[in-house]
């Protein structure tokens, strides 16, 4: 029997259709990778058998035996296809740096290649030449990052808040969708990674950086942010098409890509997902992970007002990635429990503890990095929309580093049943954040600790 592609519950995200890129595909095309290790294997599987392009950008690679057999496997087949096979490879500049022995030592074997290869390193225009010369590493990524996680291998692809290093391959959890065979988003990815790349400092295979196009410096190198926001502006519009109201289709699942570029002022990632939380039904069911909690003001007013259930996730200390770290980032635990319990008390203080759970994920020697939305519509069982991405919706993602997200409607009953399957599996290992916590395992936050939450959140 034909139908719309309009149901109610799209009704209400209608906005969507004309404010985003739109990609309808089967439900079947999409799978949640709950694990690790999944998303390690299919990345590497799909890289040895790639026959067309490439495309990965993430924060950093990272420099273990796992990172080196993802590397080696690419070389390999960027010598067998050689000129068939395009790779682009998008890192930040300063996170790819750090450390004697670091990503782009990693990716030397692979520019040695045949095949159409550019490894980009993003940096920040925030950072200027004199800050460049006087933040020490580590301290110059607070300013800014790329922190996109896309990987396009073929026409698949795969949306991610997981980095290529061992930590997100073997014993931290987080999140990946792949959507299989599907050319449209594939281009469309690529096309985003390609125009940052760019943009970017270019590396060779003698571990040296130059700009593209240009006899410029790398040290002396500024970003022409008004051409790299009219590129990317133009591009992500020209994907953007008005569904017919009445179009019968084939398709359960539509995809909304959404970027978020500071730099140069382009905030449709946190724009979308604040309508998103602004527009979730009444008695809706809410599911909100954040690896780091810092959700920036005009989510907390929506959840705030919203007449939706909420079960938020958020790390606990010990499965925060910065755990035991040394100097100031071992006190960053701390600060998102101060961050946390500021948000419990504003639950608190609008009398929505009946409405509004928080939980902290808690799991023997593993750490959290989940960030997502998923809604379960009024009197059902499973969830009918996702947003998944790099994202923390915190200050960071709004201000400061490079995201990408997707938004999906599905009426396909069994990607909902795995959307439903794939939040549960990391509620399951959480517990309860109230103010019992707070006083029972006396971790109130101290004043010091306080303070200096105000004065770097922006930066969280």
Sequence with gaps: MARTIFTNFQLLFNWLYVSTPTFPVKGDQVSILTKPDEFYDSLV?????????????????????????????????????????????????????????????????????????????????????????????????????????????????????????HDYFTNRQDRCILIKDNKQIADFFEGVVSILCDASLQLDKHDQLSVLGSKTEPQDYVMNVQDLKYKLISYYSSFIHSPKQNQTSEYDTWIFPTIEIPPCDIHIDSTAVGEVLANIPNNSHVHLASGYFNLNDKYVSAILKSNAKYDVLVAHPTANGFYQSNGLSGYIPDMYTCLTERFLQKVELNYLTDRINIHEYKRPEWTFHGKGIWVTPPNENTPQLTVIGSSNYGARSQDRDLESQIILLTENENLRHQLHREHQKMYQYSETFDRKTLVEEKRSPRSWIAFLVLLLKSYF
Excluded at 50 to 65: K, N, Q, W
Excluded at 101 to 106: E, G, I, T
């Design 45 to 165: 599987n799909r890289c040895s058998q790639a026959t067309s392009r490439i495309v990965l950008a993430s924060l950093y690679l990272g420099t273990g035996d796992k990172e080196q057999r993802l590397v080696d496997t690419i070389a390999a087949r960027a010598s067998e296809r050689e000129s068939h096979l395009r790779i682009k490879i998008l890192l930040d500049n300063f996170r790819g740096s750090r450390g004697e022995l670091n990503s782009r030592q990693m990716l030397l074997s692979v520019l040695e290649q045949k095949a159409h290869v550019q490894v980009a390193l993003y940096r920040t225009p925030k950072v200027g030449n004199f800050l460049s010369k006087i933040l020490p590493p580590r301290y110059n990524e607070l300013i800014g990052l790329q922190h996109m996680k896309i990987y396009v291998v073929d026409d698949d692809v795969m949306i991610s808040g997981a980095n290529l290093s």
